[in-house]
């Protein structure tokens, strides 16, 4: 274990790498900054300053190296339309893009986990129809279209809660089930099939003829092990959940990271982009090594490789 | 392992035709899709998406991005106050919605298919070579590859967007070179099999060019699965277009795309539903149908599914 951590430790720095190099190079050899920093009516003057200080004068690789050497100490620059340092702006919006995502994910797992089981034990039923139906159709629907909906249900016809703006649980509900969703559409596609597989392995035939209750069958033998593929393959979802999540937190106006992300890129604030990305792309890559560990607590088989 | 010449003819064949005991592989495949009731539905909802993009033009009762502020949020004809001559109500500009969903349907599909070549001609080269060719090529492209797949896809298009300022051409680059990693993996892991095939030693044996190899005898192979990806894939594509139109950061007015009309549409929620619901409708339903085709292509194309289900 020491050891797998320890590779996979190391596996992030060269993606971190290439990540801060991508960043780099779209910001700063594509792109103008300067044009993109100053407004329309700056002088030539102003540019010359704006180059000097900036260091645009240098050679790229010394810009670069400069550029790392800034990020290490946390420094992204400064944001023209907060005129503070970027990173801590970007940092304030994480705990409200945690509480979103997680309050997603208890959404997602309280629908699919017995959807999924539903659907697999009573396979080809119309209930199966029905929920591998929904599922379908759960992926097929643009999530942001799904919150404008629910919002025109919910809040505007039924005025039952509110449009949006973060405050009590009552502002979460509507944009915790939007993202939600369509995880729980994938979800329960994933339950359902790992539950197919196992229920046909050879220690359930042996569960069953032992007079062993269905359910017990279903619920300590098929359920539990069918959750390993589930819990891997789910890991891959973060990045969906953190793309869905930029666009659910601006049609709800939830303040939380992905929001602050679509705002600076409308507004070109590049500071404020290259430490959102950074900083949310650092969270993906360690949901992913976080996956990779509990994969291998759950499943004793990874041990021996 | 061996591999002998004789065999070399007659493996190759199979593998870049049809076996011969099949005469008309069409005719099969339309008796498949016609016994599969969803890839039936997705074929036929498809065509129907395809013909209203194409016939926009003939079809729509109005042109979609002429304003008409007397005829503001008007209702959907079967409501009180809505009129016949816009069936599906007007929106804050007095736009008919009809009309632009119609020519919407035109964007959602040019940008869903370029956007899908884009991709995977990276994707189908990268994986070629990286697959063919391993060592340290390989590792490198790889590696990229992990990179890329580690960052979620729309925080590059942000990035990119950000940067070039959005534009038509600009979004088809975009989602293709930020969706190109699927195929690279698909392709590379595909060419790895092959490659060790006999039919393909067999024509190494001969001299074949690596280039030759890799175009009469590898790429044939991968056709099928590409075809299987490529699909579902113009299906995230199309919602991808959406989402980053809604978010004002795709296509820009006065072209007409689903997204941006749903962003027109949210504001005025409170009192006009129409103008937000009947685009997201569209949309669900074009996606819903380039899913069931999709899948349907899967399980007739790919064989090792096939395998499996007969397991």
Request: glycine fraction near 8%; include cysteine; charged fraction near 15%.
């Amino acid at each position: 274990m020491r050891k797998f951590l320890v590779r996979s430790l190391l596996q992030i720095i060269p993606v971190l790498f290439l990540i801060t190099l991508i960043v780099f190079i779209l910001v700063h050899v594509t792109g103008d900054p300067v044009t993109l920093m100053l407004s329309d009516t700056a002088t030539d003057e102003d540019r010359a300053i704006l180059i000097q200080a900036l260091g645009l004068d240098q050679p790229i690789h010394v810009q670069y190296f400069k550029f790392l050497a800034n990020l290490f100490q946390g420094d992204f620059g400064t944001s023209f339309r907060y005129q503070e340092p970027a990173l801590p702006i970007v940092l304030e919006r994480m705990p409200a893009s945690f509480e979103l995502a997680i309050a997603s994910m208890i959404v997602a797992t309280v629908i699919a986990i017995p959807l999924g089981i539903l659907s697999a034990t009573k396979r080809n039923s119309f209930l199966d129809i029905f929920i591998t139906g929904s599922a379908v159709l759960g992926k097929a629907m643009p999530s942001f279209w799904l919150g404008i909906m629910l919002i025109l249900f919910f809040a505007v016809q039924m005025g039952a809660l509110p449009v949006s703006g973060k405050g009590g649980l009552a502002n979460l509900i509507l944009p915790a089930l939007t993202l939600g969703t369509g995880v729980a559409a994938e979800m329960t596609r994933l339950i359902r099939s790992s539950m197919l597989e196992i229920l046909q392995q050879d220690y359930i035939r042996t569960a069953r003829s032992k007079g062993m209750m269905e359910r017990l069958v279903v619920y300590r033998h098929a359920f539990r092990n069918s959750l390993i593929p589930v819990v891997t393959i789910m890991a891959l979802q973060t990045s969906h959940l953190i793309g869905g999540a930029l666009i659910t937190e601006t049609v709800f106006s939830w303040p939380g990271m992905g929001n602050l992300l679509i705002q600076a890129v409308n507004q070109r604030d590049m500071s404020i982009v290259q430490a959102a990305v950074f900083v949310i792309s650092l969270l993906v890559i360690l949901s992913n090594l976080l996956a990779d560990i509990c994969y291998r607590l759950i499943d004793p088989r990874m041990k021996y490789n | 392992m061996s591999s002998t010449l004789h065999i070399q003819t007659q493996t190759d064949a199979e593998a870049t035709t049809q076996p011969r005991h099949r005469p008309n592989p069409i005719l099969r495949f339309f008796r498949l899709l016609l016994k599969s009731k969803t890839g039936a539905l997705g074929l036929l909802i498809v065509l129907c998406v395809v013909l209203m993009a194409l016939l926009a033009p003939t079809l729509a009762p109005h042109d979609p991005v002429k304003t008409n502020v007397a005829k503001r949020l008007l209702p959907p004809m079967w409501q009180e106050k809505g009129k016949p001559e816009h069936p599906l109500g007007t929106d804050n500009l007095g736009r008919d919605v009809l009309s632009r969903i119609l020519y919407g349907s035109q964007i959602s599909l040019l940008v869903g298919f370029c956007a899908v070549v884009v991709a995977g001609l990276i994707g189908v080269i990268i994986g070629l070579f990286s697959g063919y060719y391993g060592g340290w090529l390989d590792a490198v492209l790889m590696r990229t590859t992990d990179a890329f797949l580690a960052i979620p896809n729309i925080l590059f298009m942000l990035v990119i967007l950000a940067v070039m300022g959005p534009s038509l051409v600009t979004l088809i680059f975009v989602l293709g070179f930020t969706n190109w990693t699927t195929y690279a993996r698909m392709v590379r892991g595909e060419v790895l099999s092959i490659k060790e095939r006999d039919f393909v030693r067999g024509a190494r044996a001969v001299g074949a060019s690596d280039l030759r190899i890799i175009s009469k005898h590898i790429l044939p192979n991968v056709i099928s699965s590409f075809i299987v990806i490529s699909t579902l894939s113009v299906a995230t594509t199309i919602i991808l277009e959406a989402s980053l139109s809604f978010l004002g950061l795709g296509i820009q007015p006065p072209d007409v795309s689903w997204g941006g009309m749903l962003s027109d549409g949210r504001q005025y929620l409170a009192t006009s539903w129409w103008v937000a619901t009947f685009p997201g409708i569209a949309i669900t339903i074009t996606v819903l149908g380039i899913i069931f085709l999709g899948d349907f292509l899967r399980d007739t194309l790919d064989p090792r599914l096939k395998a499996r289900k007969a397991k």
